[in-house]
């Protein structure tokens, strides 16, 4: 039987970079209450958000993509050409076919690198951390450029009580390459199908060509149902990603979770025990919960206030629809 060769296997990987997009309009509670009967306090009270960005009709799914991959890409220093693949990770690139992430890798310059996007909502960012180090790992790519991306207004009911305040826009990318250390720890991954409808976008495309359609594809969230899963399900979760990383609780310098609602992130840090000295992730008061964009941006928020380093010890963790997670520990480019 003739033996098949294969790639030479990179025993580790890591995140290289972090680059982000942060949409320029900035809009406040007071902007968006009237539309759903809220205020200020409430929203402040209820999910931590301050402030949130809105993307204006300049700035796309891709075109976001491209700036926080472009600083990304500088910051890794290397060039698109390298690129061995490019993941992006996304519920809002208004098409079908074919992916963000071949448009992405267009504007980039490499039109030639395999591209496809992943479909795990706000999960998708630390599902594609999963993907993306083990296709290091495995030497399918050197370098990988995931992006988590969205422009949830484009899909958000503005007069929903349930989702018109906590949705918003950006994106966040990450360089992924190979490492003589171990960057990337085990992913703990996982779904909870049977609360597929606690989060859907509806009506179908199909609905959509009926004359009499039922409307918009808007999401629809059942909060309660969501919060108690995220507030009950996730820490395990995350504990469960530090375990298999050999890491303690004290010995973490960050936690960046998914940015879908500052009570949760509490009940989450309170539950892990997790010790004072932790940098939390509050990025939901100033950016609202956008998604697989969400930890790449609370990532680079940490940054901006001095609060990481490189080399840092982070736990990550997205949590959304499907029901979907995806945790793992990395160290911090
Ligand atoms: O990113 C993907 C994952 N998503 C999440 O993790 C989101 C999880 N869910 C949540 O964050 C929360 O459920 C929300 C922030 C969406 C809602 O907060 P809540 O505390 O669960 O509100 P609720 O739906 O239980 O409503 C509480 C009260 C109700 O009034 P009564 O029945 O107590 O009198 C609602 O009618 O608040 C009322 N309410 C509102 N009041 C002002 C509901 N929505 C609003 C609103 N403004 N927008």
């Given at each position: 039987m003739a033996n098949i060769k294969d790639r030479e296997f990179a025993r580790h990987s890591r995140i290289m970079s972090v680059g982000v997009y942060r949409p320029k309009r900035v809009v406040p509670n007071s902007e968006i209450i009237a539309a759903i009967d809220s205020s200020d306090e409430w929203i402040k009270e209820r999910s931590g958000i301050h402030s949130r960005r809105i993307a204006g009709d300049d700035e796309s799914v891709i075109s976001m993509s491209v700036a926080a991959a472009k600083s990304a890409l500088e910051r890794a220093g290397i060039t698109a050409e390298?690129?061995?693949?490019?993941?992006?990770?996304?519920?809002?690139?208004?098409?079908?076919?074919?992916?963000?992430?071949?448009?992405?890798?267009?504007?980039?310059?490499?039109?030639?690198?395999?591209?496809?996007?992943?479909?795990?909502?706000?999960?998708?960012?630390?599902?594609?951390?999963?993907?993306?180090?083990?296709?290091?790992?495995?030497?399918?790519?050197?370098?990988?450029?995931?992006?988590?991306?969205?422009?949830?207004?484009?899909?958000?009911?503005?007069?929903?009580?349930?989702?018109?305040?906590?949705?918003?826009?950006?994106?966040?990318?990450?360089?992924?390459?190979?490492?003589?250390?171990?960057?990337?720890?085990?992913?703990?991954w996982g779904s909870d199908a049977t609360a597929r409808e606690a989060i859907m976008m509806e009506p179908s495309w199909v609905d959509l060509r009926d004359p009499e359609s039922l409307g918009w594809p808007d999401i629809k969230m059942q909060g309660q149902t969501v919060f108690r899963w995220a507030v009950y399900q996730m820490a395990p979760v995350a504990l469960e990603a530090l375990a298999a990383a050999g890491i303690a609780p004290e010995d973490l310098d960050a936690f960046i979770p998914h940015q879908a609602n500052e009570r949760i992130i509490d009940a989450m840090a309170k539950a892990m025990n997790l010790p004072e000295r932790v940098?939390?992730?509050?990025?939901?008061?100033?950016?609202?919960?956008?998604?697989?964009a969400s930890i790449p941006l609370a990532m680079d928020a940490l940054y901006q206030e001095g609060r990481i380093r490189s080399g840092d010890v982070a736990l990550l963790i997205g949590f959304g629809a499907g029901l979907v997670y995806a945790a793992q520990v990395v160290q911090l480019p």
């Open positions: 390298q690129l061995g693949a490019v993941i992006c990770a996304t519920v809002t690139y208004p098409f079908q076919t074919p992916s963000a992430a071949t448009d992405i890798a267009l504007q980039l310059g490499a039109p030639k690198v395999p591209a496809f996007d992943i479909s795990a909502a706000c999960a998708g960012f630390c599902y594609g951390v999963g993907l993306a180090s083990d296709m290091v790992r495995g030497a399918s790519a050197e370098y990988v450029l995931l992006i988590g991306v969205e422009k949830l207004s484009d899909f958000t009911d503005p007069t929903d009580r349930g989702t018109a305040f906590i949705f918003a826009d950006g994106a966040g990318a990450v360089i992924i390459g190979p490492s003589a250390e171990p960057g990337i720890g085990p992913t703990i940098a939390i992730a509050r990025d939901i008061r100033t950016s609202g919960n956008t998604s697989a």
